[in-house]
C-alpha cells in the first residue's frame, strides 16, 4: 500500500511595502502575492516549515510570477515567522529574507509587519519593510484550506471483485527533468465478459529526447491483481527493460472524475489520482544504458470500468509548484452513446484549488473536445472562467499500441510521454481578463485512443 499525503494547511498571504536599494535615494514600491503550503497541520505552538510561491514585484525592477522560497511558522517557540524567498529582477536573482518578531504585547502589529533585506549573492542590496494590508485580510481568511483525511483503503487497493467484463488499470507517467526523458509504466487486469481466465499484463514505454521511443510487454500471473510494487515501490521487467523506482505522493487527491463515479462504479469506467502530483527515485535500465531518476515529477493514475471508451484523449499536465492539470475525453462505447460528441472531464489544480469545483463542472458545463492527430483541443467555462487547452503528439515522439476489451473488441492507443500543450486560464471581471498561462515543450503527458 502507497503512502497518503500527510495531512496539510494552506493559505494566500499579500504584502506591500517599500524598499530602498542600495544607492538610490528614494523607495520603490514592493508587493508579494504568495501561496504558502505546509505538509502538515498549522498549529501555533510548534515550529511548521512550509514553502512559498507567489509573484514578487519591485516598481521598475521586477515582476516575477515564479517566485519560490520558504516559510517557518514559530510564533509560540522561536516568537518569529521568517520568509525567505527568491525571485528574479532584470537577469539578476534576488533573495528576499525577513522575519515578523511576534510580541504578545504587540500582537497585531508583530503579526502583520515584516522587515526584510534584499540580497544577490549573499551581498545586501537593500532594505525595506512589508505589512499586511486591512483589505486583503476577507480574501486571507477565506483563503485557508486544508487537505482531506487520507483516502480509505478502497481507493488504493484493487478494485476488481471477480466480476467478469471488467477492466483495472494502474498507470505511471513522469518526465525525467536532467534529461527529458519521459516514462510509461501501465499494468492492466482484464476479466473477459465470457468468464474466460483473467488477463494480467502490462508494458514500459520508453521516450528518449532526439530518438525514436521504444516499448516492450510483460505478462503476470492470473491472479496478480495490481502491479509488481509494494510501500511507494515500483518494480518490474519487460523484455530489455527494468525498472525499480520509489514514489513519494506530493499533493492531494484528484478525482477526475465524480468522486461517488469512483466509488459506486455506475459510470462505462472512472478514472482518478492517489496523488495529483509525485516524485520519482530510482534507476531504469532500457537497450541504451540506464537512467538515473532523482525526485523525477509525474503521478500515477488509476482506471476502472467496463473497458475502453469509443474515442478518448487524455492530458496530464504538471505545471509545477505543486499545480496540475488532469483532462479526460472520451465518448462511450455503449450502443446510444457512441454518437454523442465527447464528454469532457476537467481538474485544473491550482493553488490548492480543484477548478471546476465539482467532478461533473466539466462534463455538464460548455466544454468541448476536438480529438484527432497530431493535434488535440480542449476548451471550456464556467461562469467566472474559461480554459483553452491545444495538445501536440509528435508522430516521431508517439507510441501505438492495441487494448483488447473484456468483450474482445480491440482498440488502439497513441500515447506521448514528451507531448507538447498550451494551457491558457482567463477570468471574468466585466471582460475577459488573463489568469494564467503555461507552455509545455515534451514534458506533457497525452494520448490519443481509437478503433
Same mark, same amino acid.
Given at each position: ?297 509525474? =503521478?500515477? %493514475? @488509476? &482506471? ?6 469509443? *474515442? #478518448? ?8 509548484? $505543486? ?95 514528451? =507531448?507538447? %500543450? @498550451? &494551457? ?6 466585466? *471582460? #475577459? ?8 515543450? $515534451? ?9
Amino acid at each position: 500500500m502507497k503512502t497518503l499525503p500527510r495531512r496539510g494547511t494552506a493559505f494566500d498571504e499579500r504584502m506591500v511595502g517599500t524598499v530602498r536599494l542600495a544607492g538610490e535615494a528614494g523607495v520603490r514600491a514592493v508587493r508579494l502575492d504568495l501561496t504558502v503550503r505546509a505538509d502538515r497541520v498549522l498549529l501555533p505552538h510548534r515550529t511548521t516549515e512550509a514553502r512559498l510561491h507567489g509573484r514578487a514585484r519591485i516598481d521598475g525592477m521586477a515582476d516575477d510570477p515564479a517566485a519560490a522560497g520558504e516559510l517557518e511558522i514559530s510564533p509560540v517557540a522561536r516568537r518569529r515567522i521568517r520568509y525567505r524567498l527568491e525571485f528574479a529582477a532584470e537577469g539578476r536573482r534576488l533573495t528576499l529574507d525577513g522575519w515578523k518578531s511576534v510580541s504578545p504585547y504587540r500582537p497585531l502589529t508583530s503579526m502583520t509587519v515584516l522587515p526584510f533585506t534584499l540580497a544577490e549573492d549573499g551581498r545586501e542590496v537593500g532594505r525595506g519593510t512589508l505589512r499586511f494590508p486591512l483589505t486583503a485580510l476577507l480574501p486571507f481568511l477565506r483563503s485557508w484550506r486544508f487537505a482531506r483525511p487520507d483516502l480509505p483503503e478502497t481507493d488504493l487497493a484493487p478494485r476488481w471483485d471477480g466480476t467478469p467484463g471488467r477492466t483495472e488499470v494502474w498507470y505511471t507517467t513522469l518526465t525525467d527533468p536532467a534529461s527529458g526523458t519521459g516514462l510509461w509504466l501501465h499494468h492492466e487486469l482484464t476479466a473477459p465478459a465470457d468468464g474466460s481466465p483473467v488477463r494480467s499484463h502490462g508494458w514500459i514505454a520508453h521516450f528518449p529526447p532526439g530518438a525514436e521511443p521504444g516499448h516492450a510487454r510483460y505478462t503476470a500471473p492470473p491472479d496478480s491483481a495490481s502491479p509488481d510494487s509494494a510501500a511507494d515501490r515500483l518494480r518490474g521487467k519487460a523484455g530489455p527493460y527494468s525498472w525499480d523506482l520509489t514514489e513519494r505522493f506530493t499533493g492531494p487527491p484528484l478525482h477526475t472524475f465524480p468522486r461517488w463515479a469512483w466509488r459506486r462504479p455506475l459510470l462505462p469506467a472512472a478514472h482518478m489520482l492517489p496523488a495529483a502530483t509525485s516524485r520519482y527515485t530510482g534507476t531504469v535500465t532500457h537497450p541504451g544504458g540506464e537512467l538515473r531518476l532523482d525526485e523525477a515529477p509525474g =503521478a500515477t %493514475a @488509476r &482506471i476502472y470500468g467496463h473497458g475502453n471508451a469509443r *474515442r #478518448w484523449a487524455w492530458l496530464h499536465a504538471d505545471l509545477g509548484g $505543486g499545480d496540475v492539470l488532469e483532462v479526460v475525453a472520451a465518448v462511450a462505447n455503449r450502443p446510444g452513446l457512441r454518437r454523442l460528441p465527447p464528454l469532457v472531464f476537467l481538474r485544473l489544480l491550482r493553488n490548492g484549488r480543484s477548478w471546476p469545483r465539482r467532478g461533473t463542472g466539466s462534463a455538464l458545463g460548455a466544454f468541448r473536445a476536438r480529438i484527432g492527430l497530431p493535434g488535440w483541443s480542449v476548451t471550456g467555462r464556467t461562469a467566472l472562467r474559461r480554459i483553452t487547452v491545444t495538445v501536440r503528439q509528435p508522430e516521431d515522439r508517439t507510441v501505438t499500441l492495441e487494448y483488447t476489451d473484456p468483450d474482445g473488441s480491440k482498440a488502439v492507443c497513441r500515447n506521448s510521454e514528451a =507531448a507538447d %500543450a @498550451r &494551457i491558457t486560464v482567463e477570468r471574468w471581471w466585466g *471582460r #475577459w481578463h488573463p489568469d494564467g498561462e503555461w507552455t509545455l515543450d $515534451g514534458t506533457a503527458h497525452a494520448e490519443v485512443g481509437t478503433r
